[in-house]
């Protein structure tokens, strides 16, 4: 939840050190991932509010508190039913109707 807003949302960490590819690589494929997300206008995909490939993250537990930082992330509007690669899992299949609403 955002605390200032009070608006939920829903925050994306994306691992850059992955075996086989190099970390330059992977923020590449990053970056483009958020433009295309950034530059997407649909009622069906969730907009980026806000991204750092820098980014500190703070977890706080019982005993301590633990700063981790340059971290990849995006801060993307919450998509409040989920995501659509969940609901076409369950669902199997649905009407032509309902398929020109979700993608049109």
Same mark, same amino acid.
């Given at each position: 939840?955002?605390?200032?807003?009070?608006?939920?949302?829903? +925050?994306?960490?994306?691992?850059?050190?992955?075996?086989?590819?190099?970390?330059?690589?992977?923020?590449?494929?990053? +970056?483009?991932? +958020?433009?295309? =997300?950034?530059?997407?206008?649909? %009622?069906?995909?969730? %907009? +980026?509010?806000?991204?750092?490939?820098?980014? /500190? =993250?703070? %977890?706080?537990?019982?005993? %301590?508190?633990?700063?981790?930082?340059?971290?990849?992330?995006? /801060?993307?509007?919450?998509?409040?039913?989920?995501?659509?690669?969940?609901?076409?899992?369950?669902?199997?299949?649905?009407?032509?109707?309902?398929?020109?609403?979700?993608?049109?």
């Amino acid at each position: 939840m955002n605390i200032e807003t009070q608006r939920k949302v829903a +925050i994306k960490f994306l691992r850059v050190s992955t075996p086989g590819i190099s970390k330059h690589k992977a923020l590449e494929c990053l +970056i483009r991932e +958020i433009r295309a =997300l950034a530059d997407c206008e649909h %009622k069906n995909v969730a %907009k +980026i509010i806000e991204a750092s490939l820098d980014g /500190v =993250l703070v %977890k706080r537990g019982e005993s %301590k508190t633990r700063r981790k930082s340059g971290v990849c992330y995006y /801060v993307m509007r919450l998509a409040e039913y989920g995501e659509l690669y969940k609901f076409i899992e369950h669902t199997e299949r649905f009407s032509e109707r309902l398929a020109r609403s979700l993608f049109a």
